[in-house]
């Protein structure tokens, strides 16, 4: 692997993000599939780093899921997208951040086909105008909330308790990155690094002091690809894709893998127990899987959060290995207990994966 | 005094013209950016569809250049003027040559393969051009991975950069697929127990011979052509190259480890003949490279009186086909000089 050439790609992929003001559009799955990341996202960036980040409960899907699984038409997306643009003008806000990849992908096809057919634009904006009385502006900037973590990156090291360091050996911990496929492959100078070698996550590894594993299927989807898990008899197809990568990422012994998008961890997680129970396969060390992570849950571990207060317990595949690896101090005790220290119960433990 | 001509690059098309313009009387000032003549050629070793060694082209375009010519190397073009009957070449240091008629032959760069991405040239350790490997077969070397071994299993990939809309080239750079096919009998000779896979859209076997070699790639060499374009390459641990492709015969994906793949790089105008059209005012064809008045009649004119095209200028074209052209420019040049 030549590092330069990767490097050369990276200069030339790189967005501008803006710095401050931002109106916070939540996934529609997140709060379910890894409760603690939008949070810990608001945390970091408010309290953290001191930014203004706003969002409005008024704000709803952006039909994104349903728009790739082709029961949403896209001057219907279209028009959701601008009534979410106008909650954003009526707060005074010009930069909009999102939480979902999906999201961030279909907000860049509006504005790129508005770009491209501003005739389409003028009939939108009288959609929503005859619908709801509203009217908007095209966001000045457009960004995904792990852009964000990327680009203040060096602020949440300054501020960090953890590295990813194994604590025993002294060594960078190994990493796998996993953008989500509407990061940056439909309009890959949306991106920070393009679409084939994207720079946004490994950033955040090199800068914490993880170090980045490259393996031959990277590229490939994670196994969600909507309507391969959608559609309940293509659910063998989107294990399958996720049993690729894990093979194919084995030999490199990863101590975790690190996602921006709302699906993709999901499917590496909840897929890993799956495989483990069909097959009889595990793919970390001792019969533990290998920890998936968010950004943010990431971002969280490395500013000193507790593993608990960051929803790590939701994960299907045990995290303890990493936290123990990176030395992060936790209670297991307290793994299943809420907010208020009420027992939440524990899960069924796997047949070979271990839990605990 | 005689009239003379200016040839801006010292490839083939311009030594031929030079050697021709000059054999009929006339002065000829070659001017070559390099340090030396002979353009692309100097890189290649053994030439499609004969095998014969690109030195001896070169040795026979060389001695083509009488007293007559005036080489000047490692020549830098500031600006071209033009009055009503001179050219005038400005380069870097000042010096202002005189003409009283102009010749492009500034040819072609190669596609930078690094553009096409997914193909990780750059980025993985054995993806190599054509190009690379022509140098390989011209140190005599013999063809290893970037470990220092033999490679097993060899794959090349063409349509690099060519009849590919997103590289931004809808055209065909024609020569790439024989030359893929050269190289790997190439391979084959120099390395039998290597086994070599092409992937390709179609073949494009479109001058004499090409096909028997094409032939003589399948039948004596068994050689694989696998019908489909490349999706991606990777790098696997072992630092051999995985490649997806879909077998388009079969209908069915296809995945495959190779020890080295070598990306079949396609022409695309030359950096110095954007500069220089800008300068004199050429509008390119929609692919890019400069087009003559007419297309038919009068293939190496320009609707400015005096300039001349030659070569791949033109777009991609075979040794034997620049040779041509270049003979068919000094025969327009000569004519227009003694009007």
Known sequence: MISEGKKRIWNEYQKEIADDHYFYVRSCVRQNFFPGSEKTFLKIMQHELGKDVYENPSHTTCTGIGYHSDIVPFETAMTVIARQFA??????????????????????????????????????????????????????????????????????????????INKQTGKPLKAVEHIGCHYSKMFPSKGVGGAEYPYVLIGMIEEWGGEVIDYPERRHCCGFGFRQYLVMANRGYSIACSRKKFESMEPYKPDLILTNCPGCPMFFDRWQYAISEMEGKTYGENDHGIPVLTYEELSGLILGYDPWDLGLQVHQVAVEPLLDKIGVQYNPLEKYQGIDHKDLGKPNMPSILKFY | MGKSVIIIGGGIAGMEAAARIAAMGKEVILLEKSDQLGGHLRKWDRLFPTRRKSDEVFEYLSNGLNDKVTIRLN?????????????????????????????????????????????????????????????????????????????????????????????????????????????????????????????????????????????????????????????????????????????????????????????????????????????????????????????????????????????????????????????????????????
């Open chain 1, 87 to 164: 909650l954003m003008t009526e707060a005074g806000y010009e930069n909009l951040v999102t939480s979902c990849i999906t999201s961030f992908g279909l907000y860049s096809e509006v504005l790129e086909t508005w770009h491209h057919f501003p005739e389409l634009l003028q009939k939108i904006r009288m959609h929503l105008k005859n619908a709801t009385g509203r009217e908007f502006n095209i966001p000045k900037n457009l960004a995904h909330a792990s852009d964000l973590i990327y680009k203040f990156r060096n602020n949440i090291a300054a501020k960090s308790t953890n590295r990813l």
């Open chain 2, 75 to 339: 020549i830098k073009i500031n600006k071209i003027k033009k009055d009503d009957r001179h050219f005038f070449v400005i380069l870097e240091d000042g010096e202002s040559l005189k003409s009283d008629a102009l010749l492009l032959t500034t040819g072609y760069d190669l596609f930078e393969a690094g553009k096409k991405e997914e193909y990780g040239y750059g980025i993985y350790d054995n993806v190599i051009t054509s190009a690379d490997l022509e140098a390989m077969f011209r140190n005599s070397a013999e063809i290893k991975t970037s470990g220092n071994q033999k490679p097993r299993r060899v794959g090349f990939v063409h349509c690099v950069g060519s009849r590919d809309e997103k590289a931004g080239h809808l055209y065909c750079s024609k020569v790439c697929c024989v030359t893929g096919v050269k190289q790997a009998i190439e391979i084959k000779e120099k390395q039998p127990d290597t086994e070599i896979f092409c992937f390709y859209m179609d073949l494009r076997m479109f001058d004499r011979y090409f096909e028997d070699l094409y032939y003589e790639a399948q039948q004596k060499w068994g050689i694989q052509f696998i019908r489909g374009r490349l999706s991606e390459s990777c790098e696997n641990p072992d630092h051999s190259i995985l490649v997806k492709v879909e077998d388009t015969l079969t209908g069915r994906p296809l995945k495959m480890t190779v020890d080295l793949l070598v990306l079949l790089s396609g022409f695309v105008p030359s950096s110095d003949t954007n500069k220089l059209a800008d300068m004199l005012g050429l509008l390119p064809g929609s692919d890019g490279f400069l087009t003559p008045v007419d297309e038919h009649f009068r293939t190496n004119e320009t609707q400015v009186d005096g300039l001349f095209l030659a070569g791949t200028v033109k777009g991609p074209a075979t040794i034997e086909n620049t040779i041509t052209d270049a003979r068919s420019a000094a025969i327009s040049i000569i004519k227009y000089l003694e009007k």
